[in-house]
């Protein structure tokens, strides 16, 4: 004997929703996924305990430059913090206030834009692979923000290189051309420096210098970068990856191939990360390298997708940025458009082992978490003094939405961070700030969950209603959940109602516009969902829509510069023919 179950309705709760994160139906099929994963995640962040609405951007001004911006980073000084902003003619440190030096070299402009850059004992060194490489050096003092860049002292003047880096008191050159021939295979050391000095030469001829060279063998490509790993320096090549590592003795240095199965995307396409690992965006993948073995972290999650970016841009390989974001144990992986500006990110958090993307962002050409040089007009540090006295000069909140603002008193928190990015002409952003995002009419996060089997592919289900636990934040107000066959607002209702026993409600706190949840349902599993008219949670109320009837079922969650945060939901469905 079978009755439809009018009265007393099946429910599927989905917790955890942001443990797993996005799982692109390029590289699994949606049907075969966990219950809180998602197929389509942008603008929004992932942690184990929810998924959110992520933030935009503000602007944080201009810093007028001499040609277009590549790449930014900052100086720890003796005395000060400054950024350094590099263009393909000019550098320019940019110091509290947000105001700019140019410490381009007396000797003229740059003739490339191509810039790797590394801190040699607190010294920034740079290099383009056009001009002689480029330091911030003074000898025998500190330098500070407005120390002009010199040619690389004791550097051979008729050499040049691609790529510098530091291992202890060595500066180590790679793809190095060398009297006007280029060797890409290339790995050149300098001598041992003295403390507080740069190396005194690079004499790989003189049997009394430490200084030295090598050229590593065939068939696995150019070196694109080299990055430090504890003790030694990890070389990655287009199709291979070594070590470099300090032995002592007559050798100096000792080089060993690790792999030839995979290389770097290009020389910003690592970043080192605090768990003593690097990332890495490869031509077909995403690892994470000990120095001695790798893991996918893309792999039947994001792999195929970010795959067909990297085979699409590899013209623009030099504008691709993988840049840490430690404030969320996050990467964030820029990918060049055809302009080579980067205009959406891809966001692995590497301490949750979890995907978000694409996150928009404004046209930039680099973007990094950089230190608040600053109280500025448009990002205000308002601190109370209590707590900025307690411990003066550390940072002493994981993110901004933690710092407690105090509209009286006023000032710097010296230490503390941000995450910025430049574009082209010296604009200045905020990241992961607001939600104004200017320059584009609207910032929307959404998600979307296809392919949801309530009931077996045998049997059909209506879904009535879905019971988010979401917050919104704004003013306080409290409503009922979404549900697709009621619409009602409870005034002065309490937790010991009659209406809270019965049904699972959600607390709003207000919002200036809408959440709107929209629910799918197709026959078959690969199938394109056909979407009922959306339900909006906003203050006062919501619209209910139509019942979704299907085999399968989907659900989308979109908003417009709003901040919300989801940590779970439940599907309510009617099951057509339950057996009694």
């Known amino acids: 004997d079978y009755l439809k179950a009018e009265s007393v309705m099946d429910t599927l709760p989905v917790l955890q929703v942001g443990a797993v994160g996005l799982i692109s139906t390029q590289d699994q099929p949606a049907s075969g996924i966990p219950p809180n994963a998602w197929n389509?995640?942008?603008?929004?962040?992932?942690?184990?305990?929810?998924?959110e609405a992520g933030k935009g951007w503000a602007s944080a001004g201009t810093v007028t430059i001499t040609g277009t911006a590549r790449l930014l980073d900052f100086v720890a000084g003796g005395l000060s913090t400054w950024w350094l902003m590099f263009s393909d003619t000019a550098i320019h440190s940019v110091t509290g206030g947000y105001l700019n030096n140019d410490v381009t070299r007396a000797s003229g402009p740059y003739t490339s834009g191509d810039w790797v850059a590394t801190n040699f004992q607190g010294v920034p060194v740079a290099t383009n692979n056009a001009d002689l490489p480029q330091t911030q050096f003074v000898s025998g003092g500190i330098p500070v923000e407005t120390t002009l860049f010199q040619d690389l002292p004791n550097w051979p003047a008729g050499?040049?290189?691609?790529?510098?880096?530091?291992?202890?008191?060595?500066?180590?050159?790679?793809?190095?051309?060398?009297?006007?021939?280029?060797?890409?295979?290339?790995?050149?050391?300098?001598?041992?420096?003295?403390?507080?000095?740069?190396?005194?030469?690079?004499?790989?001829?003189?049997?009394?210098?430490?200084?030295?060279?090598?050229?590593?063998?065939?068939g696995r490509g150019g070196v694109v970068a080299v990055y430090p790993l504890?003790?030694?320096?990890?070389?990655?090549?287009?199709?291979?990856?070594?070590?470099?590592?300090?032995?002592?003795?007559?050798?100096?240095?000792?080089?060993?191939?690790?792999?030839?199965q995979w290389g770097a995307q290009a020389p910003q396409?690592?970043?080192?990360?605090?768990?003593?690992v690097h990332l890495v965006f490869t031509k077909n993948d995403v690892f994470l390298f000990d120095g001695q073995g790798h893991r996918s972290v893309a792999k039947d999650r994001t792999q195929q997708l970010l795959a067909g970016f990297a085979d699409i841009r590899q013209d623009k390989a030099n504008d691709f940025r993988v840049r840490l974001y430690d404030a969320y144990s996050e990467v964030w992986i820029g990918l060049p458009a055809e302009s080579g500006l980067i205009e959406e990110v891809w966001v692995y958090n590497y301490r949750e082992d979890h995907w978000a993307g694409p996150r928009q962002v404004p046209s930039l050409r680099d973007f990094q978490y950089l230190p608040i040089l600053d109280v500025e007009s448009k990002i205000n540090l308002q601190l109370s003094w209590e707590q900025a006295a307690v411990t003066p000069g550390l940072q002493l909140w994981t993110n901004w939405n933690?710092?407690?603002?105090?509209?009286?008193?006023?000032?710097?928190?010296?230490?503390?961070?941000?995450?910025?990015?430049v574009g082209n002409t010296g604009l200045l952003y905020r990241l992961?700030?607001?939600?104004?995002?200017?320059?584009?009419s609207e910032y929307q996060s959404r998600l979307v969950r296809q392919d949801v089997d309530l009931v077996g592919d045998e049997s059909i289900a209506t879904v009535v209603a879905i019971y988010p636990t979401v917050s919104i934040s704004g003013l306080s107000e409290t409503i009922t959940p979404l549900r697709w066959n009621e619409i009602s607002l409870i005034a002065g209702a309490t937790w010991n109602?009659?209406?809270?026993?019965?049904?699972?409600?959600?607390?709003?706190?207000?919002?200036?516009?809408?959440?709107?949840?929209?629910?799918?349902?197709?026959?078959?599993?690969?199938?394109i969902p056909t979407?009922?008219?959306?339900?909006?949670?906003?203050?006062?109320?919501?619209?209910?829509?139509?019942?979704?009837?299907?085999?399968?079922?989907?659900?989308?969650?979109?908003?417009?510069?709003?901040?919300?945060?989801?940590?779970?939901?439940?599907?309510?469905?009617?099951?057509?023919?339950?057996a009694q």
């Open 40 to 51: 389509v995640a942008k603008n929004v962040r992932f942690s184990s305990a929810k998924v």
């Open 159 to 218: 050499d040049r290189c691609r790529i510098i880096a530091s291992l202890r008191n060595f500066l180590v050159a790679a793809d190095v051309t060398e009297s006007g021939t280029r060797y890409r295979t290339m790995i050149r050391w300098s001598n041992a420096a003295a403390p507080g000095n740069l190396p005194a030469d690079w004499a790989v001829a003189d049997p009394t210098s430490l200084a030295n060279q090598i050229i590593l063998g065939t």
């Open 230 to 260: 504890r003790d030694s320096l990890i070389v990655y090549r287009e199709e291979g990856v070594g070590v470099l590592e300090y032995v002592g003795g007559n050798l100096v240095m000792r080089y060993r191939d690790v792999t030839d």
């Open 269 to 276: 396409a690592v970043v080192p990360l605090p768990t003593g």
């Open 402 to 421: 933690e710092i407690p603002w105090n509209a009286v008193s006023r000032t710097t928190l010296v230490g503390a961070f941000g995450f910025f990015g």
């Open 432 to 440: 992961d700030y607001g939600f104004d995002s200017p320059g584009v």
């Open 497 to 527: 109602s009659p209406d809270w026993s019965q049904r699972t409600w959600n607390e709003f706190q207000g919002a200036a516009t809408p959440l709107q949840i929209t629910v799918g349902s197709h026959e078959a599993a690969g199938n």
């Open 531 to 578: 979407w009922r008219e959306p339900s909006t949670y906003q203050p006062g109320g919501y619209k209910g829509t139509t019942k979704a009837r299907g085999r399968r079922h989907a659900i989308e969650i979109t908003s417009a510069s709003v901040q919300w945060a989801l940590s779970s939901y439940k599907w309510e469905f009617d099951v057509a023919g339950r």
